[in-house]
């Protein structure tokens, strides 16, 4: 069973560049459902994508994030991550990982999620 | 603000039913694409409930439906019970994001 889990700081300055890493078990990051990404959630909202990755190294990016954001692969690790730069308190969420079933599928599975706080 | 909407609270008494509603626009429903639902617990991730539309995961109890018809998408909960209070979202993909977008999110109190 396919299952991901967050890692990272959570606690970030403003002005610095959040990274967060998704570790996938349970099968290949190279395989289906091929889709990786990020949603964020900050307290007490609700939930926001932030952008995918396909297995080939191909983005998307929510255009929200205006050119702050980008995710990577590493296959040899079947990881991939998320870097947020400029951040600011707006960015403080809960950070989960997910892999959307296709490019305009459902999300499963999540991972459990990590918040990130960014101070002043 | 959402680019789906879905009412902030719903309530029922146990053993009722409720519906949540999701309304689109033409640049995701109404361009075609389906509609998934999650339910999520506070301090957890969300889990899947129903996906393109009306299908279900086989973990997911039957009292659980969705529906689809236009720009407007449901969710049906019958037969409510204490453990179905929780937050649930509705999602689906949109052309001018070119990506997934998600409702609000509709708070469940089960009373």
């Known amino acids: 069973q396919l299952q991901l889990q967050e890692s990272g700081p959570g606690l970030v300055k403003a002005s610095e560049t959040l990274s967060l890493t998704c570790t996938v078990s349970g099968g290949s990051i190279t395989s289906d459902p091929y889709y990786w990404g990020w949603v964020r959630q900050p307290p007490g909202k609700g939930l926001e994508w932030m952008g995918n990755i396909f297995y080939t190294g191909n983005t998307y990016y929510n255009p929200s994030f205006k050119g702050r954001i980008s995710i990577s692969l590493d296959t040899s690790k079947h990881q991939f991550s998320l870097r947020l730069s400029d951040v600011t308190a707006a960015d403080t969420a809960v950070y989960f990982c997910?892999?959307?079933?296709?490019?305009?599928?459902?999300?499963?599975?999540w991972g459990r999620g990590t918040l990130v706080t960014v101070s002043s | 603000q959402s680019v789906l909407t879905q009412p902030p609270s719903v309530s029922g008494a146990p053993g009722q039913s409720v519906t949540i509603s999701c309304t689109g626009t033409s640049s995701n429903f109404g361009a075609g694409f389906d509609v998934h639902w999650y339910q999520q617990f506070p301090g957890s991730a969300p889990r899947l409930l129903i996906y393109?539309?009306?299908n279900r995961p086989l973990v997911v109890p039957r009292r659980f439906s969705g529906s689809r018809s236009g720009t407007s998408a449901s969710l049906a909960i019958a037969g409510l019970q204490a453990e179905d209070e929780a937050h649930y979202y509705c999602?689906?993909?949109?052309?001018?994001?070119?990506?997934?977008?998600f409702g609000g999110g509709t708070k469940l109190t089960v009373l």
């Open positions: 999602q689906s993909y949109d052309t001018s994001l070119s990506g997934p977008v």
């Open positions: 393109s539309n009306d």
């Open positions: 997910a892999s959307p079933a296709k490019k305009e599928g459902w999300i499963q599975p």
